[in-house]
């Protein structure tokens, strides 16, 4: 890909898991506004698609200083009781709004590490869903897993809880790459595990892998592509990795001389892209790859797949609830994010409060160009009606697009907007013409990473 092209986009941009993105969202905390979103959100879907779960698992015993998630790094494994106890308050908060029994159709557990962990405390935490809730027959469930401290005993016994799916944090197999970034993991450990998790049954392997991370090479990246050729997980996710050390200090614990420069990272995506597409991999959405018969390659041939703040998933609930420290929960009209301090999370719930520090409800157009954004992310096209009320919104977005259009990125006419397989590394750029926050330039920078 030319480098020119990279340089032209390479600007800072929003990932979109979320439409408005947080750092849009209103400051005033409209909390019964947000009930009134979960109430009418599970009394439309509830007995149709079902509503889905995120847990938050915060705690990991180091800091792995690339990481920009909300963790608490302790080897204190008695806080882990406590939390789960205050999970299950809160959720037992929402069975409160509801006026049935909820249909669960996914579960995802992430972190921080979840199998920081015991299996015993895993068990007890989707127990306690498990005795307040229907399970769908079409459910998913998946968690995410440190292949350092995931023992079999792990993966049996939330195999019996109903999970299917399991992501491991591989990042890069280089160990000076690995050193660096304080996530040392042998090959050997991995393909332990996986090995494992193959043996048990369960259907969805996934690796999380990230490009630009300091001291990758061409040679590191070869190297890793090498070693998951010959553990071929089902699902792979290869991230561009988001340099926000204002926001992360963490991430202070090596210098901007450290990582490949723009050019030098984008030639690794490239390069890692191109020896999964040798493999057999097929690219999906946004930085993710599948393979032929896994269940995600499917939702994408059939327009099934979504995006939300558990990534692409099979499953369109309307309704997604975040539980624990941080996590946010999403009624596709509204938003709402939890304390992000483990204690005042916990104070909070036992006084029998909602831990919502945080707060959006959309208005039509942000519904609007909600719907049209994540189409972009998950199908690379979308189309609206000219005669739609809010139609009138995208007026403005042609000649945003334009240099696009003319680089060959984007095609246009009124009412389709479509990217081309040249224009898919840039579907952050095409999302943010239709993103009417960014319309003040200014808004742009020190909120986002770069979208190249």
């Known amino acids: 890909m030319a480098t020119s092209?990279?340089?032209?986009?390479?600007?800072?941009?929003?990932?979109?898991?979320?439409?408005?993105?947080?750092?849009?969202?209103?400051?005033?905390?409209?909390?019964?506004?947000?009930?009134?979103?979960?109430?009418?959100?599970?009394?439309?879907?509830?007995?149709?698609?079902?509503?889905?779960?995120?847990?938050?698992?915060?705690?990991?015993?180091?800091?792995?200083?690339?990481?920009?998630?909300?963790?608490?790094?302790?080897i204190n494994h008695a806080v882990e009781k406590p939390y789960i106890d205050t999970v299950l308050k809160e959720w037992k908060l929402y069975l409160e709004l509801f006026d049935d029994v909820p249909e669960i159709t996914e579960i995802h557990l992430g972190g921080g590490t979840p199998t920081f962990f015991s299996p015993e405390n895993l068990a007890r935490l989707i127990d306690g869903i498990r005795?307040?809730?229907?399970?769908?027959?079409?459910?998913?469930?998946?968690?995410?897993?440190?292949?350092?401290n995931t023992t079999e005993e792990h993966l049996k016994t939330l195999y019996d809880q109903g999970f299917r799916r399991v992501s491991f944090g591989i990042q890069d197999f280089d160990p000076k790459v690995q050193h660096i970034?304080?996530?040392?993991?042998?090959?050997?450990?991995?393909?332990?595990?996986?090995?494992?998790?193959?043996?048990?049954?369960?259907?969805?392997?996934?690796?999380?892998?990230?490009?630009?991370?300091?001291?990758?090479?061409d040679n590191s990246i070869k190297g890793t592509f090498e070693k998951v050729q010959k553990l071929r997980p089902d699902r792979i996710a290869f991230y561009s990795y988001a340099h926000v050390p204002w926001v992360k200090p963490g991430q202070r614990m090596f210098t901007e001389k450290d990582l490949p420069n723009n050019d030098e990272k984008r030639r690794l995506y490239e390069l890692g892209k191109q020896l999964l597409l040798d493999i057999r991999y097929n690219e999906l959405g946004?930085?993710?790859?599948?393979?032929?018969?896994?269940?995600?390659?499917?939702?994408?041939?059939?327009?099934?797949?979504?995006?939300?703040?558990?990534?692409?998933?099979?499953?369109?609930?309307?309704?997604?609830?975040?539980?624990?420290?941080?996590?946010?929960?999403?009624?596709?009209?509204?938003?709402g994010q939890n304390e992000k301090k483990v204690e005042v999370y916990k104070k909070v719930v036992e006084n029998r409060d909602f831990p919502i520090i945080k707060t959006h409800i959309l208005t039509?157009?942000?519904?609007?160009?909600?719907?049209?954004?994540?189409?972009?992310m998950c199908q690379f096209e979308t189309r609206w009606d000219l005669s739609d009320t809010q139609a009138g919104l995208f007026e403005k977005v042609e000649p945003r697009l334009q240099e696009m259009i003319t680089d060959g990125l984007v095609t246009f006419e009124p009412g389709h907007i479509s990217i081309t397989k040249k224009g898919r590394p840039f579907v952050r750029n095409a999302c943010m013409a239709l993103d009417i926050f960014l319309w003040n330039e200014s808004e742009k920078s020190n909120k986002f990473s770069l979208t190249v």
């Open 181 to 217: 970034i304080n996530r040392v993991q042998t090959y050997e450990q991995v393909k332990k595990v996986v090995d494992q998790a193959r043996s048990i049954g369960y259907e969805s392997i996934n690796f999380d892998l990230i490009y630009g991370l300091p001291l990758q090479t």
């Open 5 to 74: 092209l990279i340089s032209k986009y390479n600007i800072p941009g929003p990932r979109y898991t979320s439409y408005p993105t947080v750092p849009f969202w209103n400051e005033n905390l409209n909390l019964e506004g947000w009930k009134g979103q979960i109430k009418n959100a599970f009394n439309l879907t509830n007995n149709d698609k079902g509503i889905s779960l995120y847990i938050h698992l915060p705690f990991c015993e180091s800091l792995c200083t690339y990481c920009g998630c909300t963790t608490r790094i302790t």
């Open 364 to 376: 039509k157009q942000e519904a609007f160009v909600r719907r049209h954004i994540t189409n972009l």
């Open 131 to 148: 005795q307040t809730s229907i399970i769908r027959n079409d459910a998913e469930f998946g968690f995410e897993a440190h292949p350092n």
């Open 286 to 335: 946004m930085d993710h790859f599948a393979l032929p018969d896994d269940s995600l390659n499917e939702a994408a041939n059939s327009g099934t797949m979504h995006r939300n703040f558990m990534g692409y998933t099979t499953n369109h609930s309307m309704l997604s609830i975040g539980l624990g420290v941080s996590a946010i929960g999403d009624s596709w009209l509204g938003y």
